[in-house]
């Protein structure tokens, strides 16, 4: 069969498809019912689009196109045609046809392979759905099955918090040995039993103002641990260290100098999201940069690859936790009528609820599906 | 083989070709979404502290995500194509040649903070020099690359010569590798002037035996280029 022959014989199968891939093309055939003279139809449509002077065509194919039937179109089997399409390009090229009809198939092909093999949850109807799915079961069985790796980075986070906090009730001079004194002296202005707004440096942030702040602050903190444990780890070893120092060291001077009063209510509210958070965000890192350092069985890259579809997903969810914890702080933990102990009833709640949410949610089956192929 | 072509096969066992972008093409199309941020961010440092301290909030959130997940979002839901990519007709891809999906388009843009590092890009611009496929750090995670987008160009010799020129057998067996040549001559002979066309059509001596000699040294006259799109026409199969 020679080049001619095979394009007049399967010609109208590519047009077919070309139309499926780029509906925007549909628009050529739905003008022809009207028009009882093809022909005319044509002169007027390239009339219109002159006068439009619309000199790019969504396809060279545009003038073939507007002669199919609308039925067919209508009536097409995708998958089947795609696989057919695919056998065409496969004759072409063994049988050396022109290079331009082998770029055209070849088109055609990689256009409809991103339809065909995309993922439903990217672009799909359900996008709520599979967002829910998500947090109900991907996240908390990604935690669970990655809790080696969250417990390492509690350790390194929590570790020299507590330190810092007993630290500090017996030699009070140490946490100048994290801070700065301007530093503790804003902190301590922030925390002062008398101020008007607790946590803040001016009386006069608002509410929204703060979240907006929390938000950017502390998420981008939270990416930042995770990414630069790509450095084999050290980058989040790093951050939870200092962080865990540095909230450690502003806990323990705080209450050794007598804010307690104000400072604990104010962060037991949100403490539980954001440490969490803040603790999953270095598990997603340390596992990444460990899959380098001891990649097992795997190419250190095959490993990685693994780990980094894992890691992302924790990291995913640990950003709404973070988002979460900025609004309980933005508008929860700064609010003064509300009584120390109902702060501290919120708090431990809250506690329970995140170990709850993780230790007993997506024991089912997920429903997101296990993608292999990224 | 070229070097920058990579080679993705489908399922069907068709082999789909990625053109990978270099640095510099990339480059740019970060820097016109650079621009566009900051002109975003520009435009809201003038308007939203208007609001008060609602604004200002509004303000640091909006900037939150346009700083992290601008590229994630335009990656999901335009084809891979950010706006400076759309401008650059280069778009992200799986390495498969699919699509991006969620986790891949966050894991490449998180990672861009490693990129940065030390200052400006560096890691980022090393690694993409030193890996075959111009791949960042974040791509080389997510395993993602960033191609050419495909487009289909304008047809070449279907609209042209077809009635002009009459198809020619030619008088000896020509080898695959002759016939493309013979056919891609064909597809790019209106890129060429007709000297030009003229000058590399000369080039195959054994089919322009016959010939005469006067017409191929006076004044150019097609008869070279002719002879060869007649050929080309005639392994089309347009007799």
Known sequence: ?374 | MLDTIKIAETPEGVELKLTCVSFFARSLAWGIDALIQGFIILLLLFVLPQLGDFGTGLLLIIFFFLHWLYPVFFEIYFQGQTPGKKMMKIQVLLIDGTMVNWGASLLRNLLRTVDFLPFFYALGVATMLMSKDFRRLGDLVANTIVVYKRELKEKVLQNQGETEIKAYAPDMALSAKEQQIILSYAERVNHFSPERAEELALLAVPLLNDLPVSQQQEKISSSASERILGIANYLMGRR
């Open chain 1, 1 to 374: 069969m020679n080049q001619e022959q095979f394009i007049h014989a399967h010609e109208q199968q590519w047009l077919i498809l070309e139309v499926l891939l780029n509906p925007s093309l549909k628009s050529l055939l739905k003008g022809k019912a009207e028009n009882e003279l093809k022909k005319s139809w044509l002169e007027s449509w390239k009339k219109k689009r002159a006068a439009k002077k619309k000199p790019l065509q969504k396809s060279p194919n545009e003038e073939k196109i507007a002669l199919l039937e609308p039925d067919i179109i209508y009536q097409a089997d995708f998958p089947g045609l795609y696989r057919e399409v695919c056998q065409h390009l496969s004759l072409a090229q063994s049988r050396r046809y022109s290079p331009y009809l082998i770029e055209r198939l070849n088109f055609l092909i990689s256009q409809a392979h991103q339809v065909f093999y995309r993922q439903s949850h990217v672009h799909g109807e359900s996008a709520l759905a599979s967002l829910i799915a998500f947090f109900t079961t991907t996240f908390p069985q990604a935690v669970r099955s990655e809790s080696q790796w969250v417990w390492f980075s509690s350790l390194v986070f929590y570790l020299p918090l507590i330190l810092m906090i007993i630290l500090i009730q017996f030699w009070p001079e140490f946490v100048y040995s994290v801070m700065s004194p301007d530093t503790v002296s804003g902190m301590e202005a922030m925390y002062e039993p008398q101020a008007d707004h607790i946590g803040r440096e001016r009386g006069s942030d608002s509410d929204s103002k703060m979240f907006g702040f929390y938000i950017f602050n502390n998420t981008s903190i939270g990416f930042r641990t995770f990414a630069t444990g790509l450095l084999l780890g050290v980058g989040s070893i790093l951050t939870l260290l200092f962080n865990g120092l540095h909230i450690g060291s502003a806990a323990g001077h705080l209450t050794q100098i007598g804010y307690g009063g104000t400072f604990w209510p104010f962060v037991s509210g949100h403490s539980a999201l954001e440490l969490t958070a803040i603790a999953l965000s270095g598990a997603a890192g340390l596992k990444l940069g460990f899959s380098l350092l001891m990649p097992g069985r795997k190419s250190r890259y095959q490993a990685m690859l693994d780990a980094a579809k894992i890691s992302v997903k924790i990291m995913g969810g640990a950003a709404v936790m973070f988002f979460i914890a900025a609004f309980v702080e933005a508008f929860w933990s700064s609010s003064q009528s509300v009584p120390a102990n109902i702060k501290y009833a919120v708090g431990i709640a809250m506690w329970l609820m995140v170990f709850a949410y993780f230790a007993f949610s997506g024991h089912e089956q997920s429903d997101w599906p296990e993608d292999d192929r990224r």
